[in-house]
């Protein structure tokens, strides 16, 4: 049941845009109850980026080792942003524009991916051990998330990717690298 529901909201997406999809009109695309769908989804901006997901695949459970911090943190991000790339700027804008004020588990998934990149890194003995804090773990996808829906609103020449290469590099390189260095010297 969860397919087909998830196939008529992203349907529901396409047909009429974000800013018109409703709980109830996806329910009645589905042939179910509202009811059905709350018990899975809280809210439509839960819904639709269910159905992106749905739609684009999962994120990976497990991001890619490129062999440097730099590198998997850039990597990291790129395959995040490019999941998304190819669906209707107007859908992602819509769900972003909601997506910002939700308390929404995209932050706890990204630091712990992060995270994950940060073991590897002193694993390989790129860094000492050193105790990041969840906000500065989560940083990379939120300052990511807003790069794409400046992206979106400016709707500049060039593909999202192209746009979004340089922005994403200078996260890594401007800000999350030197964030995680100046915990080393105070450390």
């Excluded at 509202?34 to 991001?63: F, I, M, T």
């Excluded at 062999?67 to 107007?90: F, H, Q, Y």
């Excluded at 969840?134 to 060039?158: F, K, M, T, Y």
């Excluded at 593909?159 to 450390?187: C, G, K, S, T, Y």
Aim: aromatic residues 4%.
């Amino acid at each position: 049941m969860e397919e087909v529901i998830l196939d008529a909201a992203w349907d529901e997406l396409n047909e009429v845009g974000y800013e018109q999809m409703t709980i109830a009109r996806v329910a009645a695309r589905a042939q179910t109850g509202k009811q059905v769908l709350y018990r899975r989804w809280p809210n439509r901006v839960h819904l639709a980026v269910a159905a992106v997901n749905h739609r684009v695949g999962p994120p990976s459970a497990e991001p890619i080792d490129t062999g440097s911090l730099r590198g998997d943190l850039l990597a990291l991000l790129e395959a995040t942003c490019g999941r998304v790339s190819g669906v209707d700027p107007g859908i992602l804008r819509g769900i972003l524009s909601e997506f910002l004020d939700e308390d929404y588990a995209f932050g706890t998934t990204m630091a712990t991916l992060v995270a994950t990149l940060l073991d590897r890194a002193v694993a390989r003995g790129e860094l000492p051990d050193v105790r990041v804090p969840h906000r500065v773990l989560s940083l990379p996808g939120d300052l990511a998330r807003n790069e794409v829906a400046r992206v979106l609103r400016s709707r500049g020449p060039g593909n999202m990717m192209e746009r979004l290469h340089q922005p994403l590099a200078e996260i890594v390189d401007q800000v999350f690298l030197p964030l995680v260095r100046a915990r080393l010297r105070d450390a």
